[in-house]
């Protein structure tokens, strides 16, 4: 194999190994800091959005739309305004809705929520929009005391079929919680994996968690040592927290219930994918502060290409002047600088995409576990491409001024024997 | 793009023709260097000798068009290395001239018959051949380890291999820089052998600057190089 441009250029790194692994890892790390930012953002946003599933209105009495919805879809808090099942029979029969589904929050067993609903919500709730609830295994509940667990919690809990549970009053680790050991659910179900919050959650009928909350009440009147059964049941434990409602296709029907709800004091009402986009459109700001960092981060590795570049042409004088006197012309001793920059600014943002995934597998894997929020951080084919080419041109950049220090450099001053 | 050099023949060029050569510093205007007329045959091997600040570094320099003389015509092979320009100029140095430096100055990190091949590159010599080219020279210049990194070299096959490389290319003209300062005797002695030898085996003539004066005998011809002031000394003396 002959000499080239390409094996000077190469092996002019490889003399220089530390100082250009330090400079390849810089542009790696602001790569993968920008692609991670750039494909969090717009999966964070995508899932949120799915997370909201077919719901257009959750009715609830919570103090605002977004707390109804994190609490209520998303599982953030217990709702603390309870809404009693006769209000919601009431809401029910006051609105053409094509369907609506009651839950109730305010229990969990261990670090899951459990949401108290009826069949409804497996049959008219679409946790991502155009898509089913699927079973992975079992059936879904449909007497008192019977559970489906969610994918997440299933596995993180390491629940399966025939188990049983007991149910904590209270949310997660909250203060004054107590289980209620008296009463066993079993797992009946465990869903498959849906993409959203509600993979981390665990579902059960109403009369189960009205049940509880009725022999926390008997209790206080009759002493510890009683039983409780649906028959014991009042209208007062009769609550839930929240309405799940959608009117199908009536547009027209949806703005009529929509406003007429929006000017009744007694109720609050959210419309979903509104609310989960109002609420990015005040962390856009967070996250604009965020990119601009990424970019700072990404100018300063550009600064340390020109800063390793240009303080190696010292070293280099030498060689570029061997080369020069050998036939190189200038411009050709002013490409291979650029070749070299180009080379740090191409495998830097490979390693950086690759850094990304890493980066993006690890956020996944938190977000999942802590929140529950399953998202994708993937950008197309050609948004990496575009990543790439944008490393590519900004070490080009950086390169300038070390090339042009190659191309002025003086063979005479360069080869004079040092004194 | 095809850059033509109006190269006549060599048989019957000069493979050097300077003539009424000046040179100024830019910055004091003090003559440098001056030179009414030298010529040098194909083959030939021309040792020029001179006091410190003669101006022999700058000839070389001028003669490999890495310096634009004050005034003056360098011709090689017939062809007058200052009218061309940039990258023609470049190509022709790599193609036309071989240079053997005091300190070798080779390619650190690279092999030595990558260093030779790093002079072949430049030329129009085709790619193919490179290798084998660069062996051979080699192996003739006494070098058994072609793939050996130049800096594990002795400085005496160092320089061996800056004889390779300033031939690599068949120049018309080798210029040589003090090429036996940074040798012992018997080093020097060697080294000189085999660039005289390599020369006058591929024809091209040899311009050495030297202030040695033990090895001036070897050479077809002795040229002193007398500085701007000694030449005006003897012209004063001589009115």
Request: charged share 15%; net charge negative.
């Amino acid at each position: 194999m002959s000499m080239s441009d390409w094996n000077i250029v190469t092996r002019s790194m490889r003399t220089r190994t530390f100082s250009s692994i330090v400079t390849i890892l810089s542009v790696a790390i602001a790569v993968g800091l920008v692609t991670l930012l750039i494909s969090m953002r717009d999966a964070g946003e995508n899932s949120f959005k799915r997370g909201t599933g077919n719901v257009q209105m959750l009715i609830s009495k919570e103090a605002g739309p977004l707390p109804s919805v994190l609490n209520s879809m998303f599982y953030a808090s217990p709702p603390t305004t309870p809404i009693t099942w006769a209000q919601y029979l009431e809401l029910k029969r006051s609105y053409p809705f094509a369907w609506t589904v009651p839950t109730q929050l305010g229990d969990s067993y261990l670090d899951a929520p459990v949401m108290g609903t009826d069949g409804s919500f497996f049959e008219s709730f679409q946790p991502a929009q155009g898509t089913d609830w699927t079973l992975a295994t079992g059936v879904y509940f449909d007497e008192p005391f019977q559970v489906v667990v969610g994918a997440d919690a299933s596995a993180r809990l390491g629940l399966s079929l025939g188990d049983t549970i007991s149910l904590e009053h209270g949310a997660p680790r909250s203060e004054g919680g107590h289980t209620h050991d008296e009463f066993s659910f079993e797992v009946v179900g465990i869903l498959e994996s849906t993409g959203t919050a509600h993979d981390r959650a665990i579902f059960t009928s109403l009369d189960s968690s009205w049940i509880i909350h009725a022999h926390d009440r008997r209790e206080a009147i009759f002493g510890h040592g009683i039983t409780t059964s649906i028959d014991d049941l009042i209208h007062e434990d009769m609550k839930i927290t929240a309405v799940y409602a959608s009117l199908g296709n009536r547009k027209g029907a949806l703005v009529q219930v929509l406003s007429a709800l929006l000017r009744d004091p007694n109720w609050t009402v959210a419309s979903p994918a509104d609310t989960v986009g109002n609420l990015f459109s005040i962390v856009s700001n967070i996250d604009q502060v965020l990119l601009a960092m990424a970019i700072a981060v990404m100018l300063s590795s550009g600064v340390s290409i020109l800063l390793a570049l240009y303080n190696s042409m010292e070293q280099r004088r030498k060689q570029i002047a061997v080369l020069r006197v050998l036939g190189a012309s200038r411009p050709r001793v002013f490409s291979m600088v650029l070749t070299e920059s180009a080379i740090i600014g191409l495998i830097g943002g490979a390693i950086g995409i690759a850094l990304s995934f890493l980066g993006g597998l690890i956020v996944t894997n938190v977000l999942a576990q802590r929140v529950g929020i399953v998202i994708e951080p993937a950008l197309p084919l050609d948004g990496y491409l575009m990543i790439v080419l944008a490393s590519v041109a900004l070490s080009c950049i950086a390169g300038v001024l070390p090339a042009i220090v190659a191309y002025r450099t003086s063979v005479v001053r360069a080869l004079r024997p040092a004194m | 793009m095809t850059i033509r050099f109006d190269v006549q023949n060599t048989e019957t060029t000069p493979a050097l023709r300077i003539s009424s050569l000046a040179h100024r510093y830019a910055s004091s205007g003090t003559p440098a260097l001056q030179i009414d007329a030298l010529t040098l045959d194909p083959g030939e091997q021309v040792v020029l000798t001179g006091s410190s600040g003669s101006g022999k570094s700058t000839l070389l320099h001028l003669v490999a068009g890495l310096m634009d003389p004050s005034s003056g015509t360098i011709e090689i092979a017939g062809e007058d290395i200052h009218k061309l320009n940039g990258h023609a100029r470049d190509r022709f140095r790599g193609r036309s001239v071989g240079m053997v430096f005091q300190t070798h100055h080779l390619l650190t990190g690279f092999s030595a018959e990558e260093n030779v091949m790093a002079a072949l590159m430049f030329s129009d010599i085709p790619r193919g051949s490179h290798r084998d080219r660069a062996r051979t020279l080699l192996e003739s210049l006494g070098i058994p380890t072609p793939s050996q990194r130049v800096e594990r070299l002795s400085i005496g096959q160092q320089q061996r291999v800056a004889i390779a490389r300033a031939l690599a290319c068949d120049p018309a003209l080798v210029l040589a820089d003090e090429p036996t300062a940074s040798l012992d005797p018997d080093n020097a002695q060697v080294a000189l052998d085999l660039l005289q030898d390599a020369c006058r085996s591929s024809n091209a003539a040899l311009l050495c600057v030297t202030h040695d004066q033990r090895f001036v005998d070897r050479f077809d011809r002795h040229e002193h190089l007398a500085s701007p002031l000694e030449q005006l000394q003897g012209a004063l003396e001589g009115a």
